[in-house]
């Protein structure tokens, strides 16, 4: 047996190949043989290599004589989609027929009578006292202003006789609805549209149809009513009040008197122009309510989506006033007219 200084110092080597700590606990055990540490140090190298690993294969071996895999089947083409399956149509276009849809839905429940009528009396209250302050102010300023433009021209021809006429025909036929229904557009329009895209967004005309309420019913049809009923009141009140005002603006101003005026008005009215006025205003107080709702049900995108149907809304309902005006005129005002020949007395 070695001694114990000698163990000592065999064991404070630097640890190698030779000097591992097994084989010192092992020379410690057996001695200092030389045949032993060989012995030792062929086990531990053998020791270091890498077992090796089986690799499995997942597919089957084959059965055959032949070594190469099984051919799979061909796969067969998929079918094409349907003609038209991903297409989906403009949103002007997909709004343009929800529009039309929503007013043959309107026009049917009024013919049999499905109308709310405490709301619609709400909307009435609302479009018609709600927007007559807007309404006579820009009547009588728009007058006054229409006014400055033809007595100036006409008493220099000598045509100051005719001034009434004028200014009855243009207030009746055109300035009276249209100015009336833009700003009906403005204000009821764009309070429709969003109100409703509000509801559509907030899925409250979901919870309508969930307590067994339509929609249509209960949203639509007051809000269309009562805009066809409060317009031609609003455009007579706007045509009289523009026309007193051109009155009053000619006399003190131009020195026409009033009483001219309003003889000259009343020789160049007939009953057809004040019935047409209506007759237009009826049809724009349709636009505006049949096209502000139908942008408001079909709103979708959260306040953004809000804003930008209210907008859209009052952009398209102005373009088809002007529109319906342009047709309407054509079809009530054709051939050669002979009021002004009245209207000068």
């Not at 997942?58 to 094409?80: H, I, K, V, Y």
């Not at 021209?153 to 833009?182: D, I, K, N, W």
Request: with cysteine; hydrophobic share 45%; net charge positive.
């Amino acid at each position: 047996m070695p001694s114990a200084g000698a163990g000592a110092a065999f064991l404070l080597r630097p640890i190698s190949a030779t000097t591992h700590p097994l084989i010192s606990l092992s020379c410690t055990g057996a001695g200092d043989s030389a045949n032993h540490k060989s012995h030792l140090l062929f086990r531990l190298h053998h020791s270091r290599r890498r077992l090796p690993v089986p690799r499995l294969s997942l597919t089957p071996a084959p059965t055959g004589s032949n070594n190469s895999p099984p051919s799979r089947p061909p796969a067969s083409p998929e079918p094409p989609p349907p003609p038209f399956s991903r297409w989906s149509p403009p949103r002007a276009i997909w709004r343009g027929l929800s529009a039309l849809l929503l007013a043959g839905q309107v026009f049917h429940r009024v013919l049999t009578g499905r109308v709310h009528r405490r709301n619609l009396l709400a909307q009435l209250r609302r479009v018609g006292p709600g927007s007559a302050g807007v309404s006579l102010l820009t009547a009588a300023f728009v007058g006054m202003a229409f006014t400055i433009q033809f007595v100036r021209e006409f008493t220099r021809l000598g045509l100051h006789r005719s001034v009434g006429g004028v200014l009855a025909l243009a207030l009746s036929r055109e300035l009276s609805p249209v100015v009336t229904a833009v700003v009906a557009a403005g204000r009821v329009g764009s309070a429709f549209a969003a109100e409703l895209g509000t509801m559509q967004v907030s899925e409250q005309t979901d919870t309508l149809r969930v307590l067994g309420a339509q929609p249509v019913d209960y949203l639509v049809v007051p809000r269309v009513v009562a805009c066809v009923l409060a317009l031609p009141v609003l455009t007579l009140m706007s045509f009289a009040l523009g026309l007193a005002s051109s009155a009053f603006l000619a006399d003190s101003i131009f020195g026409v008197s009033t009483s001219i005026i309003l003889e000259s008005a009343r020789r160049a009215l007939r009953p057809w122009d004040l019935i047409s006025s209506l007759l237009k205003s009826q049809v724009f107080g349709a636009i505006i309510a049949v096209v502000s709702c139908a942008w408001g049900v079909t709103t979708h995108g959260g306040a953004k989506g809000v804003g930008e149907s209210t907008t859209s809304a009052v952009v398209v309902s102005l373009v088809g006033i002007f529109v319906a005006d342009f047709a309407l005129s054509c079809l009530f005002f054709q051939g050669a007219g002979d009021s002004l020949k009245y209207a000068m007395g």
